[in-house]
């Protein structure tokens, strides 16, 4: 099956005719076209009446080759139809609002490392085809230019790299976009794990009822969630990647747990001990969320400094225990 990509954009191309944005004017004209595809020189897409030999499926949505070979396309606004079955071969799909969307596919069987995954209805959503590109290597998928033919066969080799990383930290104030990131790192994969080490709101605390709801609106739906402080056990026992938000909230119920507030430090120390240990031989990827805290005022309390100190030895133990490491500031990445 050869499958020509004549536009790659979503229905108003990227740049967007007239648009002033940051992304769209960072762009030639006609960077990139409407989302346009045919199959074998003769198939255009929605797949409807084919020649003999070819199958269509899932609403219009899934082609199959006289040779086996499988497409699916799931172009911007349109979700997996429930028809959808089997293994594909190519994926053509709309990331960027929906990326834990490939998770569910991964998650189902339908899509696997030898699937090339290719986004399409690419647009201003993003800022830039480098932060595209940035995204999609996490992802496991690739994006091509406007006139890309794709020779599929079946069972052939993905083209997309590798897409986890061992361990990954993340950097950053409050509201700085660092928990977002940590969940658009691992928005692709078939099966996660949050560990959330905050609190549950208390009584008439709605403010932080509303983060935490936000919190889990924003994760994919088919993810686990485990609310534990726990850390050492769930690395040590993890059989898919972990997202832990956040390390500071883990510091804080450590010094509560010890009352270490005002008496004696000595076992949150070993409690961060532990946890190091733990994250250096972590059996799956992991990407946690903490917060840094060498760039405020120094605390007026000596608990404050010493809560302040502690989760700056921490982070900096564990960046040193990384792959990756990086500062999020508003919602920009700086790479350390």
């Known amino acids: 099956m050869k499958v020509l990509l004549t536009g790659t954009a979503s229905a108003?191309?990227?740049?967007?005719?007239?648009?002033?944005?940051?992304?769209?004017?960072?762009?030639?004209?006609?960077?990139?076209?409407?989302?346009?595809?045919?199959?074998?020189?003769?198939?255009?897409?929605?797949?409807?009446?084919?020649?003999?030999?070819?199958?269509?499926?899932?609403?219009?949505?899934e082609l199959t080759a006289p040779d086996g070979s499988r497409l699916l396309c799931l172009p911007p606004g349109r979700a997996l139809p429930a028809a959808a079955s089997g293994r594909y071969d190519l994926l053509l799909l709309d990331l960027l609002d929906h990326p834990q969307q490939l998770g569910r596919l991964r998650q189902a069987g339908l899509v696997d490392e030898s699937t090339t995954v290719v986004a399409i209805g690419l647009d201003h959503r993003i800022r830039s085809e480098e932060e595209l590109a940035r995204r999609l290597r996490l992802w496991g998928a690739i994006a091509v230019p406007d006139g890309t033919e794709l020779d599929v066969v079946p069972g052939g080799a993905g083209r997309a790299p590798a897409r986890t990383v061992g361990r990954a930290l993340l950097l950053g104030g409050s509201r700085s976009g660092k928990s977002a990131e940590a969940e658009l790192r691992l928005a692709a994969e078939p099966h996660v794990t949050y560990v959330a080490t905050g609190p549950a709101a208390g009584p008439g605390d709605g403010e932080w009822a509303a983060r935490v709801r936000t919190h889990r609106e924003r994760r994919p739906a088919h993810w686990d969630t485990a609310e534990t402080t726990d850390l050492v056990t769930a690395i040590g026992t993890a059989t898919g990647p972990?997202?832990?938000?956040?390390?500071?909230?883990?510091?804080?119920?450590?010094?509560?747990?010890?009352?270490?507030?005002?008496?004696?430090?000595?076992?949150?120390?070993?409690?961060?001990?532990?946890?190091?240990?733990?994250?250096?031989?972590?059996?799956?990827?992991?990407?946690?969320?903490?917060?840094?805290?060498?760039?405020?005022?120094?605390?007026?309390?000596?608990?404050?400094?010493?809560?302040?100190?502690?989760?700056?030895?921490?982070?900096?133990?564990?960046?040193?225990?990384?792959?990756?490491?990086?500062?999020?500031?508003?919602?920009?990445?700086?790479?350390l």
């Open 242 to 335: 972990l997202l832990i938000d956040g390390l500071g909230t883990w510091l804080a119920a450590v010094f509560d747990e010890h009352g270490a507030w005002e008496g004696d430090r000595a076992p949150v120390a070993a409690r961060c001990d532990e946890l190091v240990a733990a994250w250096r031989q972590a059996p799956r990827p992991i990407v946690a969320v903490s917060d840094e805290v060498g760039m405020g005022v120094v605390p007026a309390t000596p608990s404050g400094r010493a809560f302040r100190d502690a989760l700056g030895r921490l982070n900096e133990r564990l960046a040193a225990e990384s792959e990756y490491v990086a500062l999020v500031v508003a919602g920009r990445l700086v790479e």
């Open 12 to 61: 108003t191309g990227w740049p967007e005719p007239g648009c002033r944005c940051a992304s769209c004017t960072a762009l030639p004209p006609a960077h990139r076209h409407p989302f346009a595809l045919s199959v074998d020189g003769a198939i255009p897409f929605p797949f409807a009446a084919t020649p003999d030999g070819y199958r269509t499926g899932a609403g219009g949505l």
